[in-house]
């Protein structure tokens, strides 16, 4: 493995004061219903702070303009802040260099990227691609669509009752035939945390390339691509406190050396004639078109933010909700959790006996407490736990125990109303 060529990240992580990280959300403060929002729906987005907010706002009044294409100077201004974008997504991922960095609208068009670029040009009728069972559609469809197209086969990892991969089913199904392995680091709809790291052993041990989908772990957690050996890892920024439409794919250089672009037009050339086109060199030759420049700095913003409160402490306190939700949520009758495994995110799924997912969401919404009611884009999830949904409570670091309380007081009141 080459040594890392990026620098730590220069900021210092804070004492994590509550309070304090809360007032920097506008959103918190706001009434719904005549109720102070709970906002507990983190899992699907999570909320802006201000830093980021105003950056962006920054950009549109004072720096606007295209990047890499003109030599004025706030086209020079725009450039340095988008490409040291790049750069902070290298140190917050530690990807060896800023060239494994390519800018996407999100982790579904990353793992698309992948499908296309890696997937289309060296996968054949008979290979096989192992996704797990509790994948989000994101990374079952582009498959499936690839399968459709050139005659692969989707084959899938099962998983316990609890919401974890079977292992042991795992090594059986890498074979000579499996060519890809794709699997979520931490499930969206059930929160569990796979082994990700051996599971990349395990199929780098048969020469089989490896893509983390880490849209719900790269908020979350510390995430080190060079430790975990990952061929690719894909995540969405408005997951992670930043603008929607932005999206990350790390990718080992010869990996994205091999890959063909998935889309082609402006900036992701070197020369064009009439007769042939050479690509730029990574990670331009996958960004074709007029960036989302705004989105990439508030992006830039978002991540600053997050490492400035300290990923140590962003997990740490996550998890103290999710002991802290888990208790309570289990203590009220009727109530059944959805994915109970030893090593979880901050989600928390579940059921109520006589009570469907979508009347839980819209009653607590009456009570000001946001969740997630649905499928969550994992009907293959929900089919193995023989539900058609389930109610989703999702923590960030900027949730509160008490909202909890507030939770659980309006999942009784639910309950009264159907009992």
Not at 19 to 37: H, Y
Not at 81 to 104: C, D, H, M, W
Not at 140 to 154: E, F, H, S, T, Y
Not at 219 to 229: R, S
Request: hydrophobic share 40%; net charge neutral; proline share 5%.
């Amino acid at each position: 493995m080459k040594a890392s060529t990026t620098k730590e990240p220069t900021v210092t992580p804070i004492p994590f004061e509550l309070e304090k990280i809360r007032a920097d959300f506008p959103m918190l403060s706001q009434t719904v219903n005549g109720k102070p929002l709970v906002y507990l729906d983190n899992a699907a987005t999570s909320q802006k702070p201000r830093a980021v907010i105003d950056r962006i706002m920054r950009y549109y009044t004072e720096e606007y303009a295209t990047v890499r294409r003109s030599i004025h100077k706030l086209s020079e201004k725009a450039t340095l802040a988008y490409e040291g974008t790049r750069k902070r997504i290298a140190q917050f991922l530690n990807a060896p260099s800023e060239r494994n960095i390519v800018y996407t609208k999100g982790t579904t068009e990353g793992i698309n990227l992948v499908v296309h670029g890696f997937g289309g040009k060296f996968l054949q009728a008979g290979d096989e691609i192992l996704i797990g069972a509790t994948e989000h559609h994101a990374n079952i469809v582009p498959w499936q669509m690839l399968c459709a197209r050139n005659g692969a086969k989707l084959r899938v990892i099962p998983c316990h009752e609890t919401g974890e991969l079977m292992l042991d089913e795992y090594e059986k199904l890498l074979t000579d035939k499996t060519k890809i392995v794709s699997v979520q680091y931490v499930s969206n709809a059930l929160g569990t945390i796979h082994p990700i790291k051996q599971m990349i052993a395990l199929a780098h041990a048969k020469g089989i390339p490896f893509l983390v989908d880490g849209a719900q772990a790269a908020p979350h957690m510390n995430v080190n691509v060079q430790d975990l050996d990952c061929d690719w890892f894909v995540f969405s920024g408005h997951k992670a406190c930043g603008p929607t439409g932005i999206g990350v794919l790390y990718g080992k250089e010869d990996m994205l050396n091999r890959m063909d672009p998935f889309l082609g037009g402006g900036d992701m050339i070197e020369s064009v004639t009439f007769e042939k086109t050479t690509y730029a060199p990574i990670p331009h030759k996958f960004e074709a078109g007029t960036p989302a420049i705004a989105d990439v700095i508030g992006l830039g913003a978002a991540l600053e933010y997050l490492s400035g409160i300290g990923m140590e402490n962003i997990a740490a306190q996550e998890h103290a909700l999710l002991e802290y939700g888990t208790e309570v949520l289990a203590a009220i009758p009727g109530l059944r959790i959805i994915g109970t495994a030893p090593t979880k995110a901050a989600i928390i799924s579940f059921t109520i006996r006589g009570v469907h997912p979508h009347d839980i969401g819209t009653l607590l919404d009456q009570e000001g407490v946001a969740i997630r009611a649905g499928h969550h884009c994992a009907q293959p999830a929900m089919q193995r736990f023989c539900v058609p949904a389930t109610a989703r409570a999702s923590f960030s670091f900027y949730n509160k125990k008490e909202e909890i309380d507030v939770l659980a007081a309006a999942i009784k009141k639910t309950i009264e109303v159907f009992t």
